[in-house]
């Protein structure tokens, strides 16, 4: 897969303030792990947990295209420097995103299995090590 392309998703908008499908179109794998890297720490552990359950959930051949939408969408927020609360913010910057994140961790949850928490915890481990020397081969 080319990670410059955006992900695939549906066309169709889902109802509501926060259009996922919208913003899904905007998402790429390139975004996510440069964000990632540059922003982990500033982001906090938890933001970055729920960021990688939904990317590792994201990759389950058996996840619904409407639940792929939300994820991408989930993410797309994350990554676009655009928010409700701008992530430059000391301590307040990320509640927004951490919201975001949990709604989709809520609608999706039943597909974050052990082995998407493992997937998690090997890259937290990597991103939150002291010293950590985390690269682009190292996040999702």
């Given at each position: 897969m080319d990670d410059k392309r955006p992900l695939p998703v549906p066309q169709a908008p889902l109802q509501g303030a926060f259009d996922a499908a919208t913003l899904?179109?905007?998402f790429s794998v390139d975004s996510l792990?440069?964000?990632?890297?540059?922003?982990?720490?500033?982001?906090?552990?938890?933001?970055v947990e729920k960021?990688?359950?939904?990317w590792f959930a994201s990759q389950r051949p058996d996840l619904p295209a409407w639940a792929?939408?939300?994820?991408y969408g989930a993410l797309a927020y994350f990554v676009l420097p655009v928010d409700v609360i701008p992530d430059l913010l000391p301590v307040a910057g990320y509640t927004d995103d951490l919201g975001v994140l949990a709604w989709a961790l809520l609608t999706i949850g039943r597909y974050v299995d052990a082995d998407v928490r493992r997937r998690?915890?090997?890259?937290?481990?990597?991103?939150?090590?002291?010293?950590s020397s985390a690269t682009p081969s190292t996040c999702p």
């Open positions: 899904a179109r905007r792990r440069d964000k990632l890297l540059r922003f982990a720490r500033a982001a906090g552990r938890e933001v960021v990688l359950w939904l792929r939408t939300t994820v998690t915890d090997e890259v937290l481990a990597r991103l939150f090590s002291a010293g």
